[in-house]
């Protein structure tokens, strides 16, 4: 099924821990997003991707980092895991209208 | 840059009665314009979005929305809300190139009361 998938659906850090979260897209899409959505906040842009090979800072990129190497995945790694960064992750991909996976729910103890 | 204010952040209201959830937007530059429902544990679904032309926009699950540009706002309405309408909602904006990343409200959660 075309549509944006994203893996693992849950995980639990412990502080100073690394991963990696893979959004993944079927449809071709250039523009790739990543979000987190803490509660009474909103969803807030971390990082998005314009184009295989490139990326750029959303609002919070603070103690993440992504690559893009094929246009269809867009990872989001954290490389030093921190209680604040518990949260829900939310990946989007856009062509001419956006379409989100269901989100990965980490949290860091 | 733009942002979104949503101006409820609870919203209750009672089974089979008429709810408002407001949005407006700041933006220097013409936007589109969109509202997501999110239900418990789930992910983003797009109720309706505004794009062009006409201002009132009808959506899934019986919700419309009225573009106002001179009020910079989109406030959701539906003229009778179920149970399972219980849900968060957010209001999101991006610029008129489309392509460009979605910046979203603070959310407002809805709360049908039986």
């Known amino acids: 099924n075309a549509g944006v998938t994203q893996t693992p659906k849950f995980r639990v850090l412990k502080t100073g821990q690394s991963m990696t979260l893979l959004c993944a897209q079927d449809m071709n899409h250039e523009y790739m997003y990543w979000y987190r959505q803490d509660p009474g906040m909103g969803l807030r842009l971390i990082h998005y991707?314009?184009?295989?090979?490139?990326?750029a800072k959303g609002e919070v990129p603070d103690g993440y980092n992504v690559s893009r190497l094929k246009k269809q995945n867009f990872l989001l790694g954290l490389e030093s895991a921190a209680p604040s960064q518990t949260s829900v992750y939310f990946c989007?991909?856009?062509?001419?209208?956006?379409?989100f996976g269901s989100g990965t729910r980490l949290t860091v103890v | 840059a733009q942002s979104v204010t949503q101006l409820d952040s609870q919203v209750p209201v009672f089974e089979e009665a008429p709810v408002e959830l407001r949005c407006n937007y700041s933006s220097s530059v013409s936007v589109y314009l969109f509202w997501y429902v999110q239900y418990p544990n789930q992910g983003l679904q797009l109720l309706l979005k505004y794009l062009s032309g006409s201002t009132l926009v009808k959506g899934i699950n019986g919700f419309e929305a009225e573009f106002n540009k001179s009020q910079t706002s989109f406030h959701l309405r539906k003229p009778s809300v179920h149970i399972s309408d219980t849900a968060e909602y957010f209001c999101?904006?991006?610029?008129?190139?489309?392509?460009?990343?979605?910046?979203f409200g603070k959310g407002t959660r809805l709360s049908v009361i039986a």
């Open positions: 989007a991909s856009f062509y001419y209208g956006y379409t």
């Open positions: 991707s314009v184009g295989e090979g490139t990326t």
């Open positions: 999101a904006v991006s610029l008129h190139s489309g392509n460009t990343p979605l910046v």
